[in-house]
Structures are given as C-alpha cells and as structure tokens.
C-alpha cells in the first residue's frame, strides 16, 4: 500500500481525491490536510511515501510546505497539483523540492500512475506542464547549479540511453523493462548521469535531454 498525505484546503477536492486513490487500487490516504502548516506534523505522525500537495491555500500556501517537506534528507517526496497557468508557482514549488507536477483535471488513470511514480522515487511531469518545467530550469541558477560545459560523450552507451529514456518521462521500472535490465541497475545509471552531468533530480534531466536533442520535443 501506498501511504499517502493530502494537502488542499478545499474538503471537496480532498473527497474527490480519496475517491480516486482507494484501497483496492493499493493506496491508504492515511492523513489530510486542510493548511500547509499542518503537514510536517502530519508527514511526522503518519511517515507516509508521499504526499500529493495543492499549492494555493490560505494559510501556508504549497511551496513553503514543500520547502520544509524536503529540508528533512528522510522526507517524503512531494507531488504537485496544479493548474495549466501556474507558471511562476510551479517554478518556485520546483525549487522547493517538489518531485513532480500533476494537473488538476488529469484523469483519475494519470493522477494514481502520477502517485505511484512519485512514491517509488521517480518523478512524473503532466505533458502540459513540460515546457514550464523546462523553462523554470533554463531560468538564471546560481553558478554550479547545472553543468551545461559537460558534453554527452562523457557519458556512456547506456546512460545516455538512461538519460534519453528520463527525458521521455519513462520511470526507473520502465526503462528497466525496455533496457532489459534491472532497477538497481537503473538507479545506479542514473546516480552516475547526475553525477557526470551536474544534476541534481529528473527535472533537471529532462532539460538537459531536451537541450541537446536527446529528445524530440515533439515525440
């Protein structure tokens, strides 16, 4: 089962959430939050894989939560909703740490694919957020932030077919299953692409993908 802790500040949203994530479907909605400043007691209380977290709210709006979410190493990741026009708080909740971005009008199908993604430690981003999520990353980092000196020749065969396969959004069992390949082994590709490139999480993979034709921005 996958734990998991809502964040919106609208109980109807919430309800609807619940009943898409059920059970028989294996996840166990184990807390809800109302506010963001309930959920590090909530993610304290509960330990649970993820958390699925609204970002505007009254009180302690998403990002912030997500900040304190993710200060802790052992924190669990966080998936975002959002909506289509969120363009500069879906690049700040992205530098808050969060793990991926779901809209809020996906199908009951991308939401639970979203959630279990998320909480395996792969990171999902809805097609009609990519470009925004590329956008937030190509925006001015701090020196050391991403690597762009690095040529792809240094990585090899295989992690480029790793990196090329982030870039598409594929998880860590997808690339699994079509390099004929375990997911320890995946993982250890990837921690070596981060590693070689500069990057520090899939988003940052993704751009780098798209930056240099690793992938068509129109497959």
């Given amino acids: 089962m996958i734990r998991i802790v809502l964040v919106d500040d609208q109980a109807l949203v ?6 898409i994530l059920r059970a028989k479907d294996g996840f166990d909605v184990v807390a809800e939050c109302a506010d963001g400043a309930e959920v ?8 649970p894989d993820v958390v699925v977290m609204d970002i505007r709210m009254k009180g302690v709006d998403g990002i912030e939560a997500t900040r304190l979410v993710r200060a802790d190493p052992a924190g669990p990741p966080v998936l ?10 879906l690049s700040a909740a992205l530098r808050a740490g969060a793990s991926g971005f779901v809209l809020k009008d996906a199908s009951a199908e991308d939401l639970m694919r979203a959630v279990t993604a998320v909480a395996a430690g792969d990171g999902w981003l809805d097609p009609a957020v990519t470009g925004r999520v590329l956008a937030a990353y ?20 295989r992690e480029t077919d790793v990196l090329r396969l982030i870039g598409r959004g594929a998880s860590n069992a997808e690339i699994a299953a079509l ?8 993982k250890t590709h990837i921690g070596h692409v981060f590693a070689k490139l500069g990057l520090r999480d899939r988003a940052a993979a993704i751009v780098w993908a798209f930056d240099r034709g690793l992938v068509n921005p129109q497959s």
């Fill in 14 to 19: 919430r309800a609807g959430l619940q009943r």
């Fill in 40 to 47: 590090a007691d909530a993610v304290a209380r509960h330990v």
């Fill in 80 to 89: 975002v909703l959002t909506t289509f026009d969120d363009d500069e708080i």
């Fill in 138 to 157: 190509r925006a001015p980092a701090p020196v050391g932030a991403l690597r762009t000196d690095v040529l792809a020749e240094e990585l090899t065969a």
């Fill in 179 to 186: 390099l004929y390949v375990s997911e320890g082994t995946v």
